[in-house]
Protein backbone atom coordinates (compact mmCIF):
# COMPACT_ATOMS: atom_id res chain seq x y z
CA UNK A 1 0.00 0.00 0.00
CA UNK A 2 2.61 2.48 0.68
CA UNK A 3 4.45 1.90 -2.79
CA UNK A 4 1.21 2.20 -4.35
CA UNK A 5 0.82 5.71 -2.50
CA UNK A 6 4.66 7.17 -3.14
CA UNK A 7 4.30 5.69 -6.96
CA UNK A 8 1.00 8.29 -6.94
CA UNK A 9 2.60 10.76 -5.45
CA UNK A 10 5.79 10.34 -7.75
CA UNK A 11 3.50 10.42 -10.97
CA UNK A 12 1.59 13.47 -9.64
CA UNK A 13 4.85 15.19 -9.03
CA UNK A 14 6.13 14.62 -12.56
CA UNK A 15 2.79 16.11 -13.99
CA UNK A 16 2.83 18.72 -12.02
CA UNK A 17 5.72 19.74 -13.31
CA UNK A 18 5.69 18.69 -16.94
CA UNK A 19 2.20 20.79 -16.87
CA UNK A 20 1.12 24.59 -16.03
CA UNK A 21 -1.85 23.24 -13.23
CA UNK A 22 -3.06 27.02 -14.36
CA UNK A 23 -2.38 27.75 -17.67
CA UNK A 24 -2.61 31.59 -18.51
CA UNK A 25 -1.48 33.38 -21.11
CA UNK A 26 0.22 35.75 -18.96
CA UNK A 27 2.66 33.16 -18.26
CA UNK A 28 4.52 33.31 -21.27
CA UNK A 29 7.02 36.17 -22.67
CA UNK A 30 5.50 39.27 -24.15
CA UNK A 31 7.10 40.18 -27.58
CA UNK A 32 4.33 41.62 -28.88
CA UNK A 33 3.82 45.90 -29.35
CA UNK A 34 0.86 48.04 -29.42
CA UNK A 35 -0.22 50.55 -32.31
CA UNK A 36 -2.71 52.79 -33.14
CA UNK A 37 -4.17 52.43 -35.95
CA UNK A 38 -6.33 54.14 -38.82
CA UNK A 39 -9.46 53.58 -40.84
CA UNK A 40 -11.30 55.68 -43.53
CA UNK A 41 -14.04 54.48 -46.03
CA UNK A 42 -16.72 56.04 -48.59
CA UNK A 43 -19.34 53.88 -49.86
CA UNK A 44 -22.49 54.32 -52.05
CA UNK A 45 -25.94 51.96 -52.68
CA UNK A 46 -28.11 51.75 -55.44
CA UNK A 47 -31.29 49.17 -55.82
CA UNK A 48 -34.14 48.32 -57.54
CA UNK A 49 -36.90 47.89 -54.99
CA UNK A 50 -38.81 49.62 -52.03
CA UNK A 51 -35.98 48.74 -49.60
CA UNK A 52 -31.74 47.64 -50.10
CA UNK A 53 -31.42 44.61 -50.06
CA UNK A 54 -31.86 41.89 -46.92
CA UNK A 55 -28.03 40.97 -47.11
CA UNK A 56 -26.92 44.56 -48.27
CA UNK A 57 -28.21 46.12 -44.52
CA UNK A 58 -28.93 43.50 -41.95
CA UNK A 59 -26.26 42.39 -39.52
CA UNK A 60 -24.55 45.86 -40.11
CA UNK A 61 -25.80 47.63 -36.44
CA UNK A 62 -27.52 49.85 -38.55
CA UNK A 63 -24.64 51.75 -40.48
CA UNK A 64 -25.71 50.39 -43.66
CA UNK A 65 -28.78 52.91 -44.93
CA UNK A 66 -32.09 50.44 -45.42
CA UNK A 67 -33.16 52.56 -48.42
CA UNK A 68 -32.60 51.81 -51.87
CA UNK A 69 -30.49 54.87 -52.36
CA UNK A 70 -27.62 56.10 -50.10
CA UNK A 71 -24.12 56.12 -49.15
CA UNK A 72 -21.62 57.03 -46.20
CA UNK A 73 -18.48 58.14 -44.81
CA UNK A 74 -16.73 56.45 -41.95
CA UNK A 75 -13.88 57.26 -40.40
CA UNK A 76 -12.10 55.38 -37.10
CA UNK A 77 -9.41 55.47 -35.02
CA UNK A 78 -8.47 52.46 -32.55
CA UNK A 79 -6.19 50.55 -30.51
CA UNK A 80 -6.59 46.79 -30.69
CA UNK A 81 -5.82 44.42 -27.32
CA UNK A 82 -2.33 42.99 -28.31
CA UNK A 83 -0.45 41.67 -25.53
CA UNK A 84 -1.90 38.65 -24.42
CA UNK A 85 0.93 37.97 -22.51
CA UNK A 86 1.34 40.82 -20.20
CA UNK A 87 -0.44 41.34 -17.09
CA UNK A 88 -2.52 44.16 -18.27
CA UNK A 89 -4.05 45.05 -22.03
CA UNK A 90 -6.53 47.55 -23.54
CA UNK A 91 -7.64 48.87 -26.47
CA UNK A 92 -10.09 51.47 -27.48
CA UNK A 93 -12.16 52.61 -30.36
CA UNK A 94 -13.94 55.79 -31.80
CA UNK A 95 -15.75 55.38 -34.71
CA UNK A 96 -18.33 57.28 -36.73
CA UNK A 97 -20.44 56.90 -39.88
CA UNK A 98 -22.25 59.52 -41.84
CA UNK A 99 -25.08 58.73 -43.72
CA UNK A 100 -27.18 60.28 -46.53
CA UNK A 101 -30.19 58.35 -48.24
CA UNK A 102 -33.53 58.46 -49.71
CA UNK A 103 -36.57 59.13 -47.46
CA UNK A 104 -38.78 56.14 -45.74
CA UNK A 105 -41.97 56.15 -44.44
CA UNK A 106 -40.71 54.74 -40.87
CA UNK A 107 -37.79 56.57 -40.35
CA UNK A 108 -39.60 59.79 -41.53
CA UNK A 109 -42.44 59.05 -38.97
CA UNK A 110 -39.77 57.77 -36.15
CA UNK A 111 -36.67 58.33 -36.15
CA UNK A 112 -36.18 62.26 -36.55
CA UNK A 113 -34.17 62.37 -33.64
CA UNK A 114 -30.97 63.59 -32.34
CA UNK A 115 -30.03 60.34 -29.78
CA UNK A 116 -26.71 59.56 -28.60
CA UNK A 117 -25.36 57.77 -30.63
CA UNK A 118 -27.46 57.66 -33.59
CA UNK A 119 -28.53 61.00 -35.11
CA UNK A 120 -31.37 60.31 -37.22
CA UNK A 121 -33.00 62.11 -39.49
CA UNK A 122 -35.36 61.87 -42.75
CA UNK A 123 -32.41 61.91 -45.25
CA UNK A 124 -29.50 61.01 -43.15
CA UNK A 125 -27.93 60.76 -40.06
CA UNK A 126 -24.42 60.40 -38.13
CA UNK A 127 -23.94 56.60 -36.57
CA UNK A 128 -21.50 56.46 -33.30
CA UNK A 129 -20.56 52.51 -33.83
CA UNK A 130 -17.84 52.74 -31.26
CA UNK A 131 -16.36 55.01 -28.80
CA UNK A 132 -15.25 52.91 -25.83
CA UNK A 133 -12.66 51.81 -23.82
CA UNK A 134 -11.89 48.13 -22.28
CA UNK A 135 -8.77 47.00 -20.09
CA UNK A 136 -7.80 44.11 -19.00
CA UNK A 137 -6.24 43.40 -15.59
CA UNK A 138 -5.15 39.92 -15.31
CA UNK A 139 -8.10 37.75 -16.22
CA UNK A 140 -10.87 40.50 -15.27
CA UNK A 141 -12.11 42.96 -18.33
CA UNK A 142 -13.62 46.00 -17.69
CA UNK A 143 -15.12 47.79 -20.70
CA UNK A 144 -17.02 51.42 -20.93
CA UNK A 145 -18.83 53.10 -24.10
CA UNK A 146 -20.66 52.87 -26.80
CA UNK A 147 -20.21 49.32 -28.23
CA UNK A 148 -22.01 46.48 -30.12
CA UNK A 149 -23.47 43.71 -28.24
CA UNK A 150 -22.72 40.45 -29.47
CA UNK A 151 -22.57 36.67 -28.27
CA UNK A 152 -20.14 34.12 -29.35
CA UNK A 153 -22.80 32.71 -31.61
CA UNK A 154 -23.07 35.57 -33.95
CA UNK A 155 -20.22 35.14 -36.92
CA UNK A 156 -19.75 37.06 -39.88
CA UNK A 157 -21.14 33.97 -41.96
CA UNK A 158 -23.99 32.76 -39.76
CA UNK A 159 -27.70 34.00 -39.71
CA UNK A 160 -27.14 36.08 -36.48
CA UNK A 161 -27.58 35.16 -32.69
CA UNK A 162 -31.11 34.94 -31.24
CA UNK A 163 -30.42 36.77 -28.74
CA UNK A 164 -27.95 39.59 -29.88
CA UNK A 165 -26.63 39.87 -33.32
CA UNK A 166 -25.37 42.86 -34.80
CA UNK A 167 -28.25 44.01 -36.55
CA UNK A 168 -29.39 46.57 -34.29
CA UNK A 169 -26.86 50.16 -33.33
CA UNK A 170 -24.33 49.75 -30.59
CA UNK A 171 -26.05 51.05 -27.58
CA UNK A 172 -24.08 52.95 -24.39
CA UNK A 173 -22.82 50.06 -21.76
CA UNK A 174 -20.85 49.39 -18.62
CA UNK A 175 -19.54 45.70 -19.18
CA UNK A 176 -17.20 43.73 -16.44
CA UNK A 177 -16.30 40.04 -16.53
CA UNK A 178 -14.50 37.24 -18.08
CA UNK A 179 -14.13 37.94 -22.29
CA UNK A 180 -11.91 35.02 -23.24
CA UNK A 181 -12.73 31.20 -21.90
CA UNK A 182 -10.49 31.37 -18.42
CA UNK A 183 -9.03 28.12 -17.32
CA UNK A 184 -10.01 26.82 -13.91
CA UNK A 185 -7.15 26.50 -11.53
CA UNK A 186 -5.61 23.40 -10.94
CA UNK A 187 -7.19 21.50 -13.54
CA UNK A 188 -4.21 22.17 -16.21
CA UNK A 189 -6.33 24.09 -18.86
CA UNK A 190 -9.07 20.94 -19.40
CA UNK A 191 -11.67 23.41 -17.71
CA UNK A 192 -12.80 26.74 -18.55
CA UNK A 193 -15.07 29.32 -17.75
CA UNK A 194 -16.28 32.74 -18.77
CA UNK A 195 -18.66 35.29 -17.92
CA UNK A 196 -19.69 38.35 -17.42
CA UNK A 197 -22.42 41.08 -16.41
CA UNK A 198 -23.56 44.24 -18.60
CA UNK A 199 -25.93 47.24 -17.69
CA UNK A 200 -26.89 48.90 -21.18
CA UNK A 201 -29.29 51.85 -21.84
CA UNK A 202 -31.79 52.22 -25.50
CA UNK A 203 -31.52 55.40 -26.33
CA UNK A 204 -34.36 55.37 -29.25
CA UNK A 205 -37.05 56.41 -27.10
CA UNK A 206 -39.37 54.99 -28.87
CA UNK A 207 -42.00 52.87 -26.73
CA UNK A 208 -40.86 53.10 -23.36
CA UNK A 209 -38.77 55.78 -22.81
CA UNK A 210 -35.48 55.82 -20.93
CA UNK A 211 -35.20 52.12 -20.98
CA UNK A 212 -32.60 50.01 -19.73
CA UNK A 213 -30.84 47.05 -20.54
CA UNK A 214 -29.45 44.27 -18.39
CA UNK A 215 -27.25 41.21 -19.44
CA UNK A 216 -25.23 38.66 -17.93
CA UNK A 217 -23.50 35.26 -18.96
CA UNK A 218 -21.98 32.33 -17.85
CA UNK A 219 -20.28 29.41 -19.27
CA UNK A 220 -18.44 26.17 -18.88
CA UNK A 221 -16.24 24.70 -21.51
CA UNK A 222 -14.24 21.17 -21.40
CA UNK A 223 -10.89 19.79 -23.16
CA UNK A 224 -9.17 22.52 -23.14
CA UNK A 225 -5.73 21.29 -25.39
CA UNK A 226 -7.32 18.15 -26.07
CA UNK A 227 -8.45 17.89 -29.99
CA UNK A 228 -12.22 18.17 -29.08
CA UNK A 229 -13.93 20.85 -26.78
CA UNK A 230 -17.37 20.95 -25.55
CA UNK A 231 -19.20 23.69 -24.10
CA UNK A 232 -22.47 25.10 -22.39
CA UNK A 233 -23.72 28.80 -21.55
CA UNK A 234 -26.14 30.63 -20.56
CA UNK A 235 -27.67 33.88 -21.07
CA UNK A 236 -30.04 36.09 -19.38
CA UNK A 237 -31.44 39.98 -20.77
CA UNK A 238 -34.14 41.83 -19.32
CA UNK A 239 -35.71 45.25 -20.37
CA UNK A 240 -36.68 47.31 -17.63
CA UNK A 241 -37.30 50.54 -16.15
CA UNK A 242 -37.70 53.99 -17.93
CA UNK A 243 -40.88 55.48 -18.53
CA UNK A 244 -44.52 54.63 -20.39
CA UNK A 245 -47.14 56.94 -21.17
CA UNK A 246 -49.60 54.24 -20.34
CA UNK A 247 -47.91 52.29 -17.33
CA UNK A 248 -45.98 55.58 -15.82
CA UNK A 249 -42.62 54.83 -13.63
CA UNK A 250 -41.85 51.38 -14.52
CA UNK A 251 -39.05 51.15 -11.72
CA UNK A 252 -36.02 52.66 -12.28
CA UNK A 253 -33.66 52.25 -8.65
CA UNK A 254 -31.83 49.84 -7.13
CA UNK A 255 -34.70 47.78 -5.92
CA UNK A 256 -36.29 47.22 -9.18
CA UNK A 257 -32.43 45.92 -10.51
CA UNK A 258 -32.52 43.66 -7.61
CA UNK A 259 -35.73 42.13 -9.13
CA UNK A 260 -34.98 42.69 -12.72
CA UNK A 261 -31.62 40.92 -11.84
CA UNK A 262 -33.11 37.44 -10.45
CA UNK A 263 -36.22 37.45 -12.39
CA UNK A 264 -39.07 38.44 -9.39
CA UNK A 265 -42.03 39.99 -9.91
CA UNK A 266 -42.51 43.78 -9.41
CA UNK A 267 -44.49 46.50 -8.17
CA UNK A 268 -47.75 48.97 -9.69
CA UNK A 269 -49.14 47.09 -12.78
CA UNK A 270 -51.12 44.08 -12.64
CA UNK A 271 -48.78 42.42 -15.84
CA UNK A 272 -45.39 43.22 -13.78
CA UNK A 273 -47.04 42.29 -10.44
CA UNK A 274 -48.05 39.00 -12.08
CA UNK A 275 -44.89 38.21 -13.42
CA UNK A 276 -41.28 38.94 -14.07
CA UNK A 277 -40.68 42.82 -13.69
CA UNK A 278 -39.48 44.00 -17.60
CA UNK A 279 -38.86 42.35 -20.69
CA UNK A 280 -36.93 39.02 -19.97
CA UNK A 281 -35.09 36.87 -22.46
CA UNK A 282 -32.97 33.88 -22.27
CA UNK A 283 -30.96 31.80 -24.50
CA UNK A 284 -29.12 28.34 -23.76
CA UNK A 285 -25.98 28.12 -26.17
CA UNK A 286 -23.85 24.10 -26.66
CA UNK A 287 -20.83 23.87 -28.67
CA UNK A 288 -18.81 21.28 -29.91
CA UNK A 289 -15.68 21.72 -31.48
CA UNK A 290 -13.13 19.51 -33.32
CA UNK A 291 -9.55 20.30 -33.65
CA UNK A 292 -7.05 19.47 -35.72
CA UNK A 293 -3.53 20.88 -36.86
CA UNK A 294 -5.18 22.97 -39.83
CA UNK A 295 -8.61 22.34 -39.24
CA UNK A 296 -11.41 23.23 -36.92
CA UNK A 297 -14.96 21.95 -37.16
CA UNK A 298 -18.07 23.36 -35.25
CA UNK A 299 -21.53 22.23 -34.21
CA UNK A 300 -23.59 24.37 -32.30
CA UNK A 301 -27.49 24.64 -30.94
CA UNK A 302 -28.96 27.74 -29.59
CA UNK A 303 -32.66 28.36 -28.22
CA UNK A 304 -34.32 30.79 -27.35
CA UNK A 305 -36.22 31.37 -24.05
CA UNK A 306 -39.15 33.61 -23.11
CA UNK A 307 -41.73 32.90 -20.67
CA UNK A 308 -39.88 29.69 -18.83
CA UNK A 309 -36.81 29.55 -17.91
CA UNK A 310 -35.41 26.06 -18.28
CA UNK A 311 -32.24 23.98 -18.07
CA UNK A 312 -31.11 21.90 -21.02
CA UNK A 313 -33.42 19.80 -23.24
CA UNK A 314 -35.89 20.87 -21.51
CA UNK A 315 -38.72 23.28 -21.58
CA UNK A 316 -41.95 23.79 -23.88
CA UNK A 317 -40.63 24.84 -26.78
CA UNK A 318 -37.96 22.39 -27.53
CA UNK A 319 -38.56 22.42 -31.40
CA UNK A 320 -37.34 26.30 -31.13
CA UNK A 321 -33.93 27.21 -31.76
CA UNK A 322 -30.76 27.22 -34.06
CA UNK A 323 -28.81 24.51 -35.30
CA UNK A 324 -25.39 24.62 -37.13
CA UNK A 325 -22.12 23.52 -38.32
CA UNK A 326 -19.29 25.34 -39.09
CA UNK A 327 -15.83 24.10 -41.11
CA UNK A 328 -12.61 26.05 -41.29
CA UNK A 329 -9.24 24.98 -42.82
CA UNK A 330 -6.08 26.48 -43.59
CA UNK A 331 -4.70 24.26 -46.34
CA UNK A 332 -6.28 25.72 -49.31
CA UNK A 333 -7.50 29.01 -49.04
CA UNK A 334 -10.49 29.54 -51.86
CA UNK A 335 -12.86 28.06 -49.29
CA UNK A 336 -11.60 28.75 -45.63
CA UNK A 337 -14.91 28.55 -43.84
CA UNK A 338 -18.49 27.01 -44.63
CA UNK A 339 -21.52 28.04 -42.61
CA UNK A 340 -24.70 25.91 -42.13
CA UNK A 341 -27.91 26.52 -39.96
CA UNK A 342 -31.58 25.36 -39.77
CA UNK A 343 -33.19 28.05 -37.68
CA UNK A 344 -36.43 27.46 -36.29
CA UNK A 345 -39.06 29.68 -33.92
CA UNK A 346 -42.40 28.70 -35.01
CA UNK A 347 -43.71 26.73 -31.71
CA UNK A 348 -43.40 29.19 -29.34
CA UNK A 349 -44.78 26.78 -26.32
CA UNK A 350 -47.78 25.66 -28.46
CA UNK A 351 -50.33 27.79 -30.11
CA UNK A 352 -52.51 28.29 -26.75
CA UNK A 353 -51.27 31.00 -23.77
CA UNK A 354 -54.25 29.95 -21.72
CA UNK A 355 -57.92 28.09 -22.15
CA UNK A 356 -60.92 27.43 -19.81
CA UNK A 357 -58.77 28.59 -17.10
CA UNK A 358 -55.99 26.55 -17.79
CA UNK A 359 -52.42 28.01 -18.59
CA UNK A 360 -50.75 26.21 -21.28
CA UNK A 361 -47.71 29.21 -21.15
CA UNK A 362 -47.68 29.05 -24.94
CA UNK A 363 -48.16 31.88 -27.83
CA UNK A 364 -44.75 33.13 -26.73
CA UNK A 365 -44.34 35.79 -29.09
CA UNK A 366 -40.86 36.43 -29.48
CA UNK A 367 -39.41 39.85 -29.78
CA UNK A 368 -42.68 41.64 -27.98
CA UNK A 369 -43.36 42.95 -24.95
CA UNK A 370 -47.06 44.52 -23.31
CA UNK A 371 -45.15 46.98 -21.65
CA UNK A 372 -42.11 47.52 -23.21
CA UNK A 373 -43.73 48.61 -27.05
CA UNK A 374 -40.76 48.81 -28.79
CA UNK A 375 -39.76 45.20 -28.01
CA UNK A 376 -36.80 43.32 -28.49
CA UNK A 377 -35.97 46.25 -30.92
CA UNK A 378 -33.37 49.02 -31.03
CA UNK A 379 -33.71 52.08 -33.13
CA UNK A 380 -36.39 49.91 -35.04
CA UNK A 381 -33.97 46.72 -35.63
CA UNK A 382 -34.46 43.28 -33.96
CA UNK A 383 -31.60 43.02 -31.56
CA UNK A 384 -31.29 39.05 -32.06
CA UNK A 385 -31.20 37.58 -35.14
CA UNK A 386 -32.70 39.63 -38.01
CA UNK A 387 -34.62 36.96 -39.76
CA UNK A 388 -37.14 37.87 -37.32
CA UNK A 389 -38.20 41.45 -38.90
CA UNK A 390 -37.55 44.35 -37.65
CA UNK A 391 -40.39 46.61 -37.39
CA UNK A 392 -39.10 49.24 -39.86
CA UNK A 393 -40.85 47.52 -42.14
CA UNK A 394 -43.68 48.24 -40.76
CA UNK A 395 -45.58 51.29 -42.20
CA UNK A 396 -48.08 52.16 -40.31
CA UNK A 397 -46.41 53.00 -36.95
CA UNK A 398 -46.47 49.95 -35.24
CA UNK A 399 -43.27 49.80 -33.50
CA UNK A 400 -43.52 46.25 -32.40
CA UNK A 401 -42.07 43.18 -34.07
CA UNK A 402 -45.19 41.78 -36.67
CA UNK A 403 -43.42 38.12 -37.76
CA UNK A 404 -42.08 36.06 -35.19
CA UNK A 405 -42.67 32.36 -36.33
CA UNK A 406 -39.97 31.70 -39.24
CA UNK A 407 -38.13 28.54 -41.04
CA UNK A 408 -34.91 29.60 -42.55
CA UNK A 409 -32.23 27.62 -43.83
CA UNK A 410 -28.95 29.31 -44.24
CA UNK A 411 -25.56 28.85 -45.91
CA UNK A 412 -22.46 31.45 -45.59
CA UNK A 413 -18.89 30.86 -47.65
CA UNK A 414 -15.89 32.91 -46.69
CA UNK A 415 -12.13 32.27 -48.44
CA UNK A 416 -9.50 34.18 -50.60
CA UNK A 417 -9.30 33.81 -54.40
CA UNK A 418 -5.73 35.17 -55.55
CA UNK A 419 -6.28 38.07 -53.09
CA UNK A 420 -9.50 38.54 -53.51
CA UNK A 421 -11.30 38.29 -50.38
CA UNK A 422 -15.03 37.21 -50.43
CA UNK A 423 -17.99 36.48 -48.54
CA UNK A 424 -21.41 34.71 -49.62
CA UNK A 425 -24.71 34.48 -47.88
CA UNK A 426 -27.74 32.30 -48.99
CA UNK A 427 -30.40 32.21 -46.76
CA UNK A 428 -34.37 30.83 -48.00
CA UNK A 429 -37.41 31.74 -45.23
CA UNK A 430 -40.35 31.04 -44.70
CA UNK A 431 -42.55 33.78 -42.55
CA UNK A 432 -45.38 32.47 -40.41
CA UNK A 433 -46.47 36.05 -38.82
CA UNK A 434 -47.29 35.34 -35.59
CA UNK A 435 -50.34 33.10 -33.51
CA UNK A 436 -52.92 35.18 -34.40
CA UNK A 437 -56.65 33.95 -34.85
CA UNK A 438 -57.61 31.34 -37.67
CA UNK A 439 -54.29 31.79 -39.40
CA UNK A 440 -51.58 29.86 -36.95
CA UNK A 441 -50.79 27.15 -39.24
CA UNK A 442 -51.10 29.22 -42.91
CA UNK A 443 -47.97 30.71 -44.57
CA UNK A 444 -47.48 34.27 -44.54
CA UNK A 445 -44.79 34.95 -47.09
CA UNK A 446 -41.37 33.78 -48.03
CA UNK A 447 -37.93 35.22 -48.85
CA UNK A 448 -34.46 33.68 -50.98
CA UNK A 449 -31.64 36.38 -49.88
CA UNK A 450 -28.21 36.37 -51.34
CA UNK A 451 -25.30 38.35 -51.19
CA UNK A 452 -21.78 38.02 -52.63
CA UNK A 453 -19.19 40.44 -50.68
CA UNK A 454 -15.61 41.08 -52.48
CA UNK A 455 -12.52 42.91 -51.55
CA UNK A 456 -9.16 43.58 -52.38
CA UNK A 457 -6.63 45.52 -51.13
CA UNK A 458 -4.13 46.51 -53.95
CA UNK A 459 -0.35 48.01 -52.49
CA UNK A 460 -0.13 49.94 -56.01
CA UNK A 461 -3.06 51.94 -55.82
CA UNK A 462 -1.62 53.89 -52.45
CA UNK A 463 -2.55 50.95 -50.48
CA UNK A 464 -6.41 51.47 -50.52
CA UNK A 465 -8.83 48.52 -50.34
CA UNK A 466 -11.61 48.61 -53.19
CA UNK A 467 -14.77 46.26 -52.68
CA UNK A 468 -18.28 45.85 -53.49
CA UNK A 469 -20.87 44.44 -52.73
CA UNK A 470 -24.15 42.69 -54.10
CA UNK A 471 -27.78 41.51 -52.53
CA UNK A 472 -30.91 40.29 -53.84
CA UNK A 473 -34.17 39.02 -52.58
CA UNK A 474 -36.66 37.15 -54.24
CA UNK A 475 -40.09 36.14 -53.17
CA UNK A 476 -43.05 36.94 -51.77
CA UNK A 477 -41.77 38.99 -48.53
CA UNK A 478 -40.76 42.19 -49.91
CA UNK A 479 -40.94 41.03 -54.10
CA UNK A 480 -37.85 40.91 -56.13
CA UNK A 481 -35.12 43.77 -55.70
CA UNK A 482 -31.42 43.98 -56.48
CA UNK A 483 -28.99 45.72 -54.49
CA UNK A 484 -25.52 47.19 -54.87
CA UNK A 485 -22.81 48.89 -53.12
CA UNK A 486 -19.22 49.75 -53.75
CA UNK A 487 -16.81 51.23 -51.13
CA UNK A 488 -12.87 52.20 -50.99
CA UNK A 489 -11.18 52.19 -47.89
CA UNK A 490 -7.74 53.20 -46.59
CA UNK A 491 -6.27 51.29 -43.45
CA UNK A 492 -2.99 52.09 -41.76
CA UNK A 493 -0.97 52.57 -38.65
CA UNK A 494 -0.51 55.64 -37.38
CA UNK A 495 2.41 54.29 -34.98
CA UNK A 496 3.88 51.40 -33.17
CA UNK A 497 4.99 51.41 -29.32
CA UNK A 498 6.16 49.24 -26.13
Known sequence: MRRTCLAILLVLSVAAQAWDWWPLPMAKPDSCRDSLRYEF??????????????????????????????????????????????????????????????????????????????????????????????????IVDISAGVMPIADDMNSPLGSGSLLFSHNAPSMPSIRIGFDRWTPIP?????????????????????????????????????????????????????????????????????NAFRRVFTAQSGEGSYTETHNAMGNHLGSQQLAL??????WQVKAYWQNILDDNFTLLGQGHNLPDGRWGASATQQVWPFIHTLTVEYICTTDQSGPQHDQDGI??????????NSIYSQGWNHYLRTIGTPLITSPFYNTDGDTQTRNNRIQAWHIGIGGNVYGFQYRILATHVRNYGRYLHDDWYSRKSENTALMLDVSKHVVKAWGLEFGARIAADFGSQWGNQVSAMIRISKKGILTTYK
Open 289 to 294: TVKGQQ
Open 186 to 254: GLYGYAEVRGGIMHSWLTDDIGVRKCKLHYKWAGLQFGGRLPVNISYEIHHAAQWGGYSAAYGDLGNDW
Open 41 to 138: SVSAIAGSGQYSAFWMQSGEAGCVPMSPYGGSIRAALFKPATRPSRWFDYDFALDVIGTAHSALPMVEAFQQTGKFPVYQAQYGGVIIHRCYAHVRLY
Open 359 to 368: IYAGRDDYYR
